[in-house]
């Protein structure tokens, strides 16, 4: 996979590309890109009105081409003020799993799409067909395109699904009264995760990263304030009605029940429920050790 970037005059039409030294170059997805004219306006069609939240004055600053399983791609840097008003709804807290892809505080479950594990054999079959093939013949470069065509539906897959959820967590297409006002999420240790032997492939097949990723530009481009609590801060242990913290919770353990109140909850749901309470607690917003709660 390789890229480069052209900068100069671009200018796009529904289903066509101008580009420098390359000349005009067709679109399979028509209407996606910010259609120009000569003088830099805006086409107010319904699919950039979406995208591009009705405000015509744009400047397209270069285009990145780029190619990926024998598929060739264009993305455009644009430059746009836009005007962001704070969400005024109450703060979410959202919890990361793996049987859940992610579960928020509003009794919402993401699911975990697993889209390697339930590609896995199938991979397994082209890989090992591509091994007894002579190298550099031409039937071993047709399996490892169609290897790569595997890998990049895999990961488009989990692209869409994480989307989809954190474009719900932040409720772009909901007024403002019931846009969050805060997002709250766990500061997790992927990296000292992924050292679990038996875990490290669902841990990065559902890809932490890539959410909080998502959640935290999304968070910004829609005025809600994101808030990463300490890693130490035990959400899974604490009870969401009476505060009480267990000694141990084992991974097994879905369910969680509090001993002192006698409540049964979701133990993802439960998580989720402390860190939303994180958001109000101060107008410091502190974690269970008495530090600062870090926003990023």
């Not at 910004?220 to 009870?239: P, Y």
Request: hydrophobic share 35%.
């Amino acid at each position: 996979m390789g890229s480069f970037r052209l900068t100069g005059a671009i200018h796009v039409e529904e289903s066509k590309i101008q580009l420098p030294r390359i000349g005009k170059v067709s679109l399979k997805e028509k209407g996606y890109l910010p259609s120009t004219l000569p003088n830099n306006t805006f086409l107010h069609s319904e699919v950039q009105q979406d995208r591009f939240c009705n405000v015509p004055n744009f400047k397209i600053n270069s285009a990145t081409i780029s190619e990926c399983a024998g598929r060739w791609f264009v993305s455009l840097s644009v430059e746009q003020e836009i005007s962001l008003e704070a969400g005024k709804g109450e703060p979410i807290g959202v919890d990361f799993g793996l049987k859940k892809m992610a579960v928020s505080s509003d009794s919402t479950y993401y699911e975990n799409p697993k889209a390697l594990r339930k590609r896995l054999r199938k991979l397994a079959r082209a890989q090992r067909k591509m091994s007894r093939q002579k190298k550099g013949s031409t039937r071993r470069e047709i399996t490892r395109l169609q290897i790569a065509r595997l890998h990049f539906r895999i990961s488009n897959i989990r692209k869409d699904a994480i989307h989809k959820a954190t474009s719900s967590i932040v409720a772009k297409s909901k007024p403002l009264l019931l846009r969050p006002s805060a997002c709250v999420i766990e500061d997790l240790n992927v990296a000292g995760m992924l050292k679990n032997r038996q875990l490290s492939r669902a841990i990065a097949d559902v890809s932490f990263g890539d959410i909080r990723r998502q959640l935290k530009y999304k968070c910004l481009w829609n005025g809600i304030e994101l808030i990463v609590a300490d890693r130490f801060f035990a959400s899974s242990k604490t009870c969401s009605a009476c505060d009480a913290v267990k000694s141990e919770l084992l991974l097994s353990e879905r369910e969680y029940v509090c001993e002192s109140c006698g409540i049964i909850i979701d133990r993802d749901l439960n998580a989720a429920k402390n860190l939303q309470k994180l958001a109000g607690s101060s107008s410091e917003s502190i974690n269970v050790r008495g530090g600062d709660v870090r926003l990023r």
